[in-house]
């Protein structure tokens, strides 16, 4: 029984190997490349190269305009973190502790947002007609709303968890709502609200076809944009098209990086209970 379970253990391990060594031959393909030379780079091979080109990365950041890019896809990632953590938080809070079936319909209406499709015609209808297409605050409120409605979703499972009596204890002893919810509930939703700030800052850092429609002026392109452009310009240099891609990725690894122990225990908080 005991070599059985062993031999589980040992394939079970060997098949994460070789699963992780799939995913991670693309990223180490990009990143060995980076440092290749044009002819070298052409190949797309996993050898190192000879000697490392270290000019790539300084190519790109000046031709491909990174550093303007990045400030930009900064204040867009964590304007909507900011928006759509606070607005969830709230929004979730509100709709657990009160039962009632309008609340309830509220709830389902936010969260159907989850499965609902853009509808780009009246997207852009609307941004022109609120004057915020092509604005740096629209593209902001704009990734915010789509979000919303999944960070709701997670939130609001994880708020059910905690036992009403810690608001009712706080209300006795003569906090307001408002504080009930700033200095009682927000700390114990640590877990949950660290996984919505990661995975909107992701999904904020990655998207491409939003901002291709809303933004017409190349100096508010985030850095996905960016490589987009550079790819079009330089897209037979193979070598400074990885080291783009390299530098555009970086950010999203640190990120998730520092906040992965809390997506596993945000994300299981509310699959549990919704």
Known sequence: MKKKKLWSAIGVNLLAWVLSLILLAPL??????????KQAASDMTLMLPTEFQWSNYAVVIEKGKLATTFINSL???????LICTILSAMTAYVLSRNRSKTHRFLYMFIVMGIAMPINFVTLMKVMQGTHLINTRIGIILLYAAIQTPFNV????????????????????????????????????????????????FLNTWNEFVLPLYVLGSSSKWPMTLAVYNFFGMYFKDWNLVCADIVLTSLPVVVVYLLGQKYIVTGMTAGAVKG
């Open 28 to 37: 180490l393909l990009i990143l060995i490349n980076s440092f290749k030379t």
């Open 153 to 200: 979703f997670l939130i609001h499972s994880f708020v059910g968890k905690i036992p009403t009596d810690i608001d009712e204890a706080a209300v006795i002893d003569g906090a307001s709502a408002m504080r009930v919810f700033v200095e009682v509930i927000l700390p114990l939703l640590k877990p949950v609200l660290v996984t919505v700030m990661v995975l909107t």
């Open 75 to 81: 204040i867009y990632s964590c304007g909507s973190v």
